[in-house]
Structure formats: structure tokens, C-alpha cells
């Protein structure tokens, strides 16, 4: 998400660098379920190669890294025991997360929308050796039999992406065995009122926290080139209870000592103060 003032800004100039699709501003404004997929797949499909090339080394091919605060699940076991456990990674990018999990035992199988990221994850299975099994699919409309999971996660993939996450939630919850554990990391929601500046300037709130209207970036043409949809807190835990799971945890992960790594929005300064991650911990019941 990026600053959005309370009215429409003026046009911005034209923007393609990358092969990003052409973007001249942004709003606040509603957008459709079929939009925002069309959308947010275009972006990561061209946007893959600069994404990799800024954070493939803070990913890593084959590690399992949940934020820009770099909790790993090697230390904070949000999963459980992954061994001999069929496990669906969702909005997977290169699949570094799921490479890290056939280390450990687990059978994974790791989806995005986006056919660019997919195209990274097999060249990762490639220079690696670890080939897991990739599925081009969009997260609310998953291509997978009932039951057929015990874990299900993703770190920072596919629900702000989403105009109906409680769709996405019940999805989930339709491919998990009853017990199977969901995960997922997104951008806290208190991030939503400030400014994506790593600076100062994103200590300032500038935003109401409970305006869910969607983050746009439009092109020429005015339809969408990416869409960031907002959910409060208590948004998040309704829709994941009305799906049927049990909320265990919600982690909020401190800016630890020694890291320096600015990641867009996340930076030292902006980690001392504030959170930058959620992760929500659910079980099906």
C-alpha cells in the first residue's frame, strides 16, 4: 500500500519502468472481484523479475522467511510439525517457503495467480534440485478436493489481494482436513492509516483506520494496475470464525536488534515503534 491523501491526488507522471503496467495515479475507490484479480495478476506477472532481483537474496531459494521483520518459521514453528504432512502454500512467489518445508519432511504443493512468480519457482526447483509441485490458481477458487491439506499457509500472499476475503477464508478452510492448521502473515492492519514512507514521514496517521475503501493505482484508461484491499483487526477474526476456525494466535513480530534492511515501508525506524506484520495462527474445527 502506498500514501493515499484524503482526496484524489493530481495525476502522476506515467510510470511503465520494469514492464509494470502503466500506471498515471491512485484512489480511493471501490473495485470489482473480477478487476482486482485481473489486476494484481498482471502486476506480479511483470513485476517477478524486479521483485526477485530486490529480495531474492533476503527470501533465499530454499528458507522459510515470514516478514520484513525476518521472523523464519525454523524459529517461531507457527506450522507444527510439518513431517509427512500435506501441506498448500497459497500466493507461494518463487516457493522458497515450501523448497524449506521438503527439507523438513513435509509434502507440499505451492499455488499462485501469478504465472511470473510461478516461472522464478521453477527455476529455483531447478537450481536447487528440490522440485516441488507448482499449481497456477487463483487462492479463491482453489483447484484441490475437499480435505486434501493438514497445513495450509502463505507469507504476505494473496488475501489483501482479494476483494472477498472471507471467501478466500472459507476456501481454505474447505481444502484443510478437519484440525488442519491455516496460517498467514499480511501488513498489519494499523499500518493502513499511516503513509508507506520508511521515514519520518510514516510516523504521521493520515487515514481513517476504519475506511476500507480499496487502494487503486489506475492507468490511462482509468481501470486498476493493482489493488490493495483493507480489513481491521476484528475483520480478520470475524471472517476466519465464520469460516470455521479457531484462532489461536495472533503474532505481532518486533523489529529485532541488529537489522538494518529497509523493505518498502519496513525499515528500523518505523519497526521501533510500530508493527508492521500480523500473523494469524488458526485451526480448523
Not at 531447478?126 to 507448482?134: E, K, N, W
Request: include cysteine.
Amino acid at each position: 500500500m502506498t500514501e493515499v491523501p484524503q482526496t484524489p491526488p493530481p495525476p502522476a507522471p506515467p510510470s511503465s519502468a520494469g514492464g509494470l503496467p502503466l500506471t498515471v495515479g491512485v484512489a480511493r475507490r471501490e473495485e470489482s472481484a473480477g478487476d482486482t484479480v485481473r489486476a494484481n495478476r498482471r502486476w506480479w506477472d511483470t513485476d517477478a523479475d524486479d521483485y526477485h532481483a530486490e529480495h531474492g537474496a533476503f527470501l533465499g531459494a530454499a528458507d522459510f522467511v515470514w516478514c520484513p521483520e525476518r521472523l523464519r518459521e525454523q524459529d517461531a514453528r507457527l506450522l507444527g510439525d510439518p513431517r509427512g504432512r500435506r501441506v498448500l502454500e497459497i500466493g507461494c512467489g518463487g516457493a522458497m517457503c515450501s523448497r524449506w518445508l521438503v527439507g523438513q519432511g513435509a509434502l507440499p504443493v505451492a499455488s499462485d495467480v501469478s504465472a511470473g512468480m510461478l516461472r522464478h519457482a521453477r527455476a529455483y526447483n531447478a537450481s536447487t534440485g528440490i522440485d516441488v509441485p507448482l499449481v497456477q490458481a487463483d487462492a479463491q477458487y482453489l483447484p484441490f478436493a475437499s480435505g486434501a491439506f493438514d497445513i495450509a499457509f502463505t507469507s504476505f500472499g494473496a488475501v489483501p489481494f482479494v476483494a472477498d476475503s472471507p471467501r478466500l477464508m472459507r476456501e481454505i478452510a474447505r481444502v484443510l482436513r478437519p484440525g488442519g492448521r491455516w496460517v498467514y502473515s499480511t501488513t498489519h492492519p494499523i499500518r493502513w492509516i499511516f503513509p508507506d514512507d520508511p521515514g519520518p514521514g510514516g510516523l504521521t496517521a493520515t487515514m481513517p483506520y476504519w475506511d476500507r475503501t480499496p487502494y487503486v493505482e489506475y492507468g490511462q484508461d482509468g481501470r486498476a494496475t493493482y489493488v490493495e484491499h483493507h480489513r481491521t483487526l476484528s475483520d480478520r477474526i470475524r471472517e476466519l470464525v465464520a469460516a470455521g476456525f479457531r484462532v489461536l494466535d495472533v503474532v505481532e513480530p518486533p523489529w529485532p536488534a541488529g537489522h538494518t534492511q529497509v523493505w518498502g515501508q519496513w525499515s528500523p525506524l518505523r519497526g521501533a515503534i510500530l508493527p508492521g506484520t500480523a500473523i494469524y495462527v488458526c485451526e480448523l474445527a
